[in-house]
């Protein structure tokens, strides 16, 4: 059975992964998150279809090569979205090799972080506005 999620972040790295799934539920994004691609792969296997995933590239088991190389093979899967998440240095070829949407380098700037996040998902509950009455 498929479900919808906002977005499925893979990083082998837990606090990265911690850190990436804390900023994007602050803005109202649902978030799955996997450790590596083999889990990733089992997650939307089992149904998951997130509007966007945030993929880390070296990874072990499973690297995030071989998880779109997986995923690019599926046609069920390959629609999915994928910005890869690095902080190796990643071409621009390597990024269209992967059919990649888009490239974010390690450490993540936030602003760019939601910017590119923003293209492809809608938060599920949006943040409520601070009102300066309030204060």
Same mark, same amino acid.
């Given at each position: 059975?498929?479900?919808?999620?906002?977005?499925?972040?893979?990083?082998?790295?837990?606090?990265?992964?911690?850190?990436?799934?804390?900023?994007?539920?602050?803005?109202?994004?649902?978030?799955?998150?996997?450790?590596?691609?083999?889990?990733?792969?089992?997650?939307? !296997?089992?149904?998951?279809?997130?509007?966007?995933?945030?993929?880390?590239?070296?990874?072990?088991?499973?690297?995030?090569?071989?998880?779109?190389?997986?995923?690019?093979?599926?046609?069920?899967?390959?629609?999915?979205?994928?910005?890869?998440?690095?902080?190796?240095?990643?071409?621009?070829?390597?990024?269209?090799?992967?059919?990649?949407?888009?490239?974010?380098? !390690?450490?993540?700037?936030?602003?760019?972080?939601?910017?590119?996040?923003?293209?492809?998902?809608?938060?599920?509950?949006?943040?409520?506005?601070?009102?300066?009455?309030?204060?």
């Amino acid at each position: 059975m498929e479900h919808s999620s906002g977005l499925l972040v893979v990083d082998d790295d837990h606090d990265i992964l911690l850190a990436l799934q804390d900023a994007l539920e602050m803005e109202g994004y649902h978030v799955a998150v996997a450790h590596d691609g083999r889990e990733a792969l089992e997650q939307l !296997k089992g149904g998951l279809r997130p509007e966007l995933i945030l993929l880390d590239l070296m990874m072990p088991d499973v690297s995030g090569w071989a998880f779109r190389a997986e995923q690019s093979s599926n046609a069920e899967l390959a629609s999915i979205p994928v910005v890869v998440v690095s902080g190796q240095g990643v071409s621009s070829r390597d990024v269209a090799r992967l059919g990649a949407a888009g490239y974010l380098r !390690k450490p993540v700037d936030l602003d760019d972080l939601l910017h590119t996040v923003e293209r492809f998902a809608s938060p599920e509950d949006p943040p409520e506005p601070v009102s300066m009455a309030s204060w």
